[in-house]
């Protein structure tokens, strides 16, 4: 039984670690951010983060999703 479980908890994490992710980095308009961001999850992107792009006026917004 012992044994059962553990492979029953390992089965995911060695799943993951097979993942692969593509990635994006996409302007975010202030007037428009949600939309964007709503465009973007459609289709499939993940929101990994926001930082402010260099001069820092703007955002920029870090995407993933997985690569089947």
């Known amino acids: 039984m012992e044994h059962l479980f553990h492979h029953l908890l390992k089965q995911p994490f060695q799943e993951e670690i097979n993942m692969k992710f593509e990635y994006a980095t996409v302007p975010l308009l202030s007037h428009a951010t949600k939309q964007i961001l709503d465009t973007w999850g459609s289709d499939g992107w993940e929101l990994v983060t926001v930082i402010?792009?260099?001069?820092?006026?703007q955002?920029?917004?870090y995407?993933?999703?997985?690569v089947k």
């Open 63 to 66: 995407m993933k999703r997985e």
């Open 59 to 61: 955002l920029v917004a």
């Open 52 to 57: 402010p792009a260099p001069g820092g006026e």
